[in-house]
């Protein structure tokens, strides 16, 4: 079959992304055509390696799956990619100058879960956390091209509070799957056993526990909200799509807090309309600051 020609390619991860139902999607209405593309593309591919690994197709084997993703993203660079999704990044890869470094350590990070199903320090969670989140941050402030190196330490602080929050509201699909990404350390500081939380039972121990997993994943998103403070206007403007989804993804912790009786209820969602909401009101806040910005 005749490959995709890139406009064709970037369609169909357009349409991907927007059949995604994901919170990022809203956050990317907000930026110009050509990077609003980019990011359609770099969350397709995303989203597509962590399908190959968490969501296999039947019969697949999902450490070959990985070796392909690796293998396409490698043609991506040379000039010669198969996929739909690969040959829309080829494109933006050349435009935006995204290192292929940070693609392959992404690729890494989503390994981590055919092998790994439990960490047993903060420490070892941080690394996997960077891969997954961080990573992606750094590949986003290529697309936002912004000019400070500080912007980086950003969007490691904003990735890592992200995957703590998704960490903190996947407890339960993650248990079913026998899987426990907080750290073994901290259970056992709580007093709350591996087997308290794969069987999901509710007790005092757990609401402290849940107490001071929400509280650091605040401390990341605090460090980069004083990151942020520091940067120039321009910067600062050029991050407001991470701003975007700060605020959807600080909405999901503040929902988590507020239920934390029902840790293994149902998965906590923000609603389309107040995604929009939120959005809107941290682009009209940004459009204000940048204009005063301009004028002082």
């Not at 970037?10 to 139902?21: A, I, L, N, V």
């Not at 930026?31 to 593309?41: D, G, I, K, N, S």
């Not at 591919?45 to 962590?50: H, P, S």
């Not at 390994?111 to 590949?139: H, K």
């Amino acid at each position: 079959m005749k490959p995709m020609s890139p406009t064709e390619a970037q369609t169909f991860c357009t349409t991907y992304t927007k059949q995604s139902g994901s919170n990022f999607y809203y956050s990317f209405l907000f930026l110009p055509r050509a990077r609003r593309e980019a990011m359609y593309t770099i969350y397709a591919f995303c989203k597509m390696v962590d399908s190959a690994v968490d969501e296999p197709p039947a019969g697949s084997n999902p450490l070959e799956e990985v070796a392909k993703w690796r293998k396409e993203v490698a043609a991506a660079y040379q000039g010669h990619p198969t996929q739909p999704v690969t040959i829309s990044l080829a494109l933006h890869l050349r435009m935006f100058d995204i290192p292929e470094s940070l693609l392959q350590e992404l690729i890494t990070g989503v390994e981590m879960d055919l092998t790994i199903n439990r960490f047993a320090t903060f420490s070892e969670l941080y690394q996997y956390c960077y891969r997954v989140a961080s990573v992606v941050g750094l590949i986003c402030l290529k697309i936002f091209q912004t000019k400070s190196s500080a912007a980086e330490e950003y969007a490691v602080n904003l990735g890592l509070a992200f995957q703590l929050t998704n960490i903190l509201r996947d407890l339960k699909g993650d248990a079913e799957q026998n899987r426990i990404y907080l750290p073994l350390e901290d259970l056992q500081r709580f007093g709350y056993s591996e087997e308290a939380l794969l069987h999901q039972q509710p007790s005092s121990a757990l609401v402290e526990l849940m107490k001071f997993e929400c509280e650091r994943a605040h401390t990341y998103y605090q460090k980069a909200q004083e990151i942020l403070q520091t940067l120039s206007p321009s910067d600062q403007k050029s991050l407001v799509v991470a701003e975007i989804m700060r605020g959807v993804y600080s909405r999901i912790l503040q929902k988590i807090e507020d239920r934390n009786d029902l840790v293994f209820g149902p998965r906590i969602r923000v609603a389309p309309m107040q995604r929009l909401a939120i959005a809107g009101n941290i682009w009209i806040r940004s459009l204000f600051a940048h204009n005063i910005a301009s004028s002082v």
